[in-house]
Protein backbone atom coordinates (compact mmCIF):
# COMPACT_ATOMS: atom_id res chain seq x y z
CA UNK A 1 0.00 0.00 0.00
CA UNK A 2 1.19 3.14 -0.81
CA UNK A 3 0.69 6.91 0.82
CA UNK A 4 0.27 7.45 4.37
CA UNK A 5 -0.25 4.83 7.01
CA UNK A 6 -3.19 6.15 9.17
CA UNK A 7 -2.10 5.93 12.94
CA UNK A 8 -5.20 4.44 15.04
CA UNK A 9 -4.99 6.08 18.48
CA UNK A 10 -4.47 3.35 21.04
CA UNK A 11 -7.22 2.81 23.63
CA UNK A 12 -6.38 4.88 27.37
CA UNK A 13 -4.78 3.24 29.67
CA UNK A 14 -6.58 2.38 32.76
CA UNK A 15 -6.51 0.59 36.37
CA UNK A 16 -9.09 -0.64 38.00
CA UNK A 17 -8.44 -2.09 41.90
CA UNK A 18 -10.81 -3.33 44.88
CA UNK A 19 -9.55 -0.90 48.03
CA UNK A 20 -10.61 -2.42 51.27
CA UNK A 21 -13.65 -0.18 52.89
CA UNK A 22 -11.24 1.52 55.58
CA UNK A 23 -8.86 4.24 56.04
CA UNK A 24 -6.21 1.81 54.06
CA UNK A 25 -7.49 2.72 51.32
CA UNK A 26 -6.61 6.11 50.89
CA UNK A 27 -2.80 5.41 50.90
CA UNK A 28 -2.78 2.48 48.89
CA UNK A 29 -5.54 5.18 46.26
CA UNK A 30 -2.51 7.70 46.28
CA UNK A 31 -0.04 5.13 45.68
CA UNK A 32 -1.54 3.85 42.48
CA UNK A 33 -2.69 7.31 41.11
CA UNK A 34 0.88 8.48 41.96
CA UNK A 35 2.07 5.36 39.46
CA UNK A 36 -0.33 5.74 36.71
CA UNK A 37 0.60 9.21 36.29
CA UNK A 38 4.17 8.51 35.94
CA UNK A 39 4.17 6.10 33.17
CA UNK A 40 3.05 8.82 30.68
CA UNK A 41 5.31 11.74 28.75
CA UNK A 42 2.33 14.23 29.72
CA UNK A 43 0.65 13.05 32.67
CA UNK A 44 -1.69 15.51 34.62
CA UNK A 45 -0.37 17.62 38.24
CA UNK A 46 0.18 14.20 40.32
CA UNK A 47 0.15 15.86 43.60
CA UNK A 48 -3.44 17.22 42.72
CA UNK A 49 -4.33 14.14 41.89
CA UNK A 50 -3.25 12.59 44.52
CA UNK A 51 -4.86 14.78 46.49
CA UNK A 52 -8.41 14.79 45.07
CA UNK A 53 -8.47 10.90 44.68
CA UNK A 54 -7.70 10.89 48.62
CA UNK A 55 -10.71 13.04 49.35
CA UNK A 56 -12.44 10.80 47.23
CA UNK A 57 -11.57 7.61 48.56
CA UNK A 58 -12.29 9.26 52.34
CA UNK A 59 -15.33 10.09 51.48
CA UNK A 60 -16.97 7.02 50.11
CA UNK A 61 -15.28 5.30 53.29
CA UNK A 62 -16.72 7.69 56.00
CA UNK A 63 -20.34 7.99 53.82
CA UNK A 64 -21.16 4.95 52.76
CA UNK A 65 -21.84 2.05 55.27
CA UNK A 66 -20.91 -1.84 55.19
CA UNK A 67 -17.59 -3.19 54.17
CA UNK A 68 -17.59 -3.81 50.77
CA UNK A 69 -14.94 -3.22 48.85
CA UNK A 70 -14.44 0.43 47.23
CA UNK A 71 -13.27 0.57 43.48
CA UNK A 72 -10.32 2.95 41.82
CA UNK A 73 -10.56 3.31 38.36
CA UNK A 74 -7.52 5.12 36.99
CA UNK A 75 -7.96 6.05 33.51
CA UNK A 76 -5.30 7.78 31.56
CA UNK A 77 -6.66 10.29 28.33
CA UNK A 78 -4.67 11.82 25.84
CA UNK A 79 -5.63 14.66 27.19
CA UNK A 80 -4.84 13.78 31.05
CA UNK A 81 -6.45 11.64 33.36
CA UNK A 82 -9.82 10.59 34.91
CA UNK A 83 -10.25 9.16 38.71
CA UNK A 84 -13.43 7.73 39.33
CA UNK A 85 -13.74 5.81 42.93
CA UNK A 86 -16.53 3.59 43.15
CA UNK A 87 -19.16 2.51 46.24
CA UNK A 88 -21.97 0.87 46.75
CA UNK A 89 -24.93 3.45 47.73
CA UNK A 90 -26.84 4.97 45.12
CA UNK A 91 -26.93 8.55 46.98
CA UNK A 92 -25.58 11.21 45.21
CA UNK A 93 -22.32 13.26 46.51
CA UNK A 94 -23.58 16.24 48.61
CA UNK A 95 -22.32 19.91 46.80
CA UNK A 96 -20.35 17.84 44.23
CA UNK A 97 -21.30 19.83 40.91
CA UNK A 98 -22.99 22.70 42.42
CA UNK A 99 -21.81 24.70 45.94
CA UNK A 100 -23.77 24.17 48.78
CA UNK A 101 -26.18 26.77 50.73
CA UNK A 102 -23.78 27.11 53.34
CA UNK A 103 -19.52 27.42 53.23
CA UNK A 104 -17.37 25.20 54.88
CA UNK A 105 -16.19 26.43 58.62
CA UNK A 106 -12.75 26.78 58.43
CA UNK A 107 -12.10 25.31 61.74
CA UNK A 108 -13.68 22.09 60.88
CA UNK A 109 -11.17 19.05 60.32
CA UNK A 110 -13.94 17.95 57.67
CA UNK A 111 -16.14 19.42 54.88
CA UNK A 112 -13.94 20.99 52.04
CA UNK A 113 -13.15 17.83 49.94
CA UNK A 114 -16.11 17.96 47.70
CA UNK A 115 -14.86 22.14 47.44
CA UNK A 116 -11.52 20.87 46.57
CA UNK A 117 -12.50 18.29 44.08
CA UNK A 118 -14.66 21.49 42.32
CA UNK A 119 -12.17 23.92 42.82
CA UNK A 120 -8.85 21.40 41.57
CA UNK A 121 -9.86 19.61 39.01
CA UNK A 122 -11.34 20.48 35.23
CA UNK A 123 -14.69 19.24 35.75
CA UNK A 124 -16.39 16.41 38.54
CA UNK A 125 -19.52 14.40 38.37
CA UNK A 126 -21.10 11.01 39.17
CA UNK A 127 -23.08 8.56 37.75
CA UNK A 128 -25.21 5.29 39.11
CA UNK A 129 -23.74 2.42 38.85
CA UNK A 130 -25.18 -1.35 38.98
CA UNK A 131 -23.88 -1.35 42.14
CA UNK A 132 -23.93 2.30 43.30
CA UNK A 133 -22.34 5.10 42.23
CA UNK A 134 -19.23 6.40 40.86
CA UNK A 135 -17.72 10.07 41.78
CA UNK A 136 -14.95 11.08 39.17
CA UNK A 137 -13.12 13.96 38.57
CA UNK A 138 -10.39 15.22 35.27
CA UNK A 139 -7.37 17.09 35.62
CA UNK A 140 -6.04 17.94 32.41
CA UNK A 141 -2.39 16.76 30.98
CA UNK A 142 0.43 19.76 31.98
CA UNK A 143 3.41 20.31 29.54
CA UNK A 144 6.96 18.60 30.51
CA UNK A 145 8.57 22.24 30.57
CA UNK A 146 6.14 22.92 32.86
CA UNK A 147 6.28 20.51 35.51
CA UNK A 148 8.51 20.72 39.11
CA UNK A 149 12.12 19.01 38.80
CA UNK A 150 12.41 15.86 40.55
Known amino acids: MNGPALHEPSAPA ?32 CDTAELLTAELVANAVEHTKGDAPIELVVQLLPTG ?10 APPGSLTRPGPDHPDPWQEHGRGLLLI ?3 SSSCGHRPTESGKAVWFRLPAVPQQRRPAE
Not at 15 to 41: D, F, G, K, N
Not at 81 to 90: A, K, L
Open 14 to 45: SWRVALPHSAAAVPVARALVRTALAEIEHAAD
Open 81 to 90: CQVEVHDRDP
Open 118 to 120: RAL
